[in-house]
């Protein structure tokens, strides 16, 4: 059996996640969806949150597993007996980054792990967790980006959020 992980902040899922994922899918035995905690950036939802609704994207997908994770994904790839990190490649920039990242991953796990990029759907190279959230902060719609049900959590989490957490590049 192949394990590949799927690593991500997933804040929020969106069609181009769900789209890899899937994909991935079908070319693995089985596909965790690792939703890592404590990034190096700011999110909108707490980790549960984002567990909550990369489970439900998955939930007709038997191959595909939902858990959080903290520390280097490497480890965390190692943990769980990974064989395969995958990775969604939109643009240039992306390759860069996901090169060095692999090249480090192959360091650090004498490699004992591969990676594995898989290039992006054309209709979703310009998604990304940080439009689809700027966008809803700013009342758009996003209802091509994500699913239902995550245009429903955007909006509720956006309506709490209020004036006074928007970012003063995103205020009147």
Same mark, same amino acid.
């Given at each position: 059996?192949v394990r590949a992980?799927f690593?991500?902040?997933?804040?929020?899922?969106?069609?181009?996640?769900?789209?890899?994922?899937?994909?991935?899918?079908?070319?693995?035995?089985?596909?965790?969806?690792?939703?890592?905690?404590?990034?190096?950036?700011?999110?909108?939802?707490?980790?549960?949150?984002?567990?909550?609704?990369?489970?439900?994207?998955?939930?007709?997908?038997?191959?595909?597993?939902?858990?959080?994770?903290?520390?280097?994904?490497?480890?965390?790839?190692?943990?769980?007996?990974?064989?395969?990190?995958?990775?969604?490649?939109?643009?240039f920039?992306?390759?860069?980054?996901?090169?060095?990242?692999?090249?480090?991953?192959?360091?650090?796990?004498?490699?004992?792990?591969?990676?594995?990029a898989?290039i992006?759907?054309?209709?979703?190279?310009?998604?990304?967790?940080s439009?689809?959230?700027?966008?809803a902060?700013?009342?758009?719609? /996003?209802?091509?980006?994500?699913?239902?049900?995550?245009?429903?959590?955007?909006?509720?989490? /956006?309506?709490?959020m209020g004036?006074?957490?928007?970012?003063?590049?995103?205020?009147?």
């Open positions: 059996m992980l690593p991500g902040t997933f804040d929020p899922i969106h069609y181009g996640h769900i789209d890899i994922a899937n994909r991935a899918s079908k070319l693995f035995d089985e596909i965790v969806m690792a939703v890592y905690d404590k990034p190096l950036k700011t999110l909108m939802f707490e980790p549960d949150e984002r567990i909550s609704l990369v489970t439900e994207a998955f939930r007709d997908n038997p191959k595909i597993k939902v858990t959080g994770y903290s520390g280097l994904t490497i480890d965390f790839a190692q943990k769980i007996n990974a064989q395969v990190i995958v990775r969604g490649l939109r643009v920039s992306d390759f860069e980054f996901e090169f060095r990242m692999a090249l480090a991953n192959q360091r650090m796990a004498k490699d004992a792990v591969e990676t594995v898989l992006t759907a054309e209709q979703h190279t310009f998604l990304s967790s439009t689809v959230r700027e966008i902060m700013l009342d758009g719609d /996003v209802s091509s980006m994500v699913p239902p049900f995550v245009e429903v959590a955007l909006k509720e989490k /956006v309506a709490n004036e006074q957490s928007l970012p003063n590049a995103l205020r009147d």
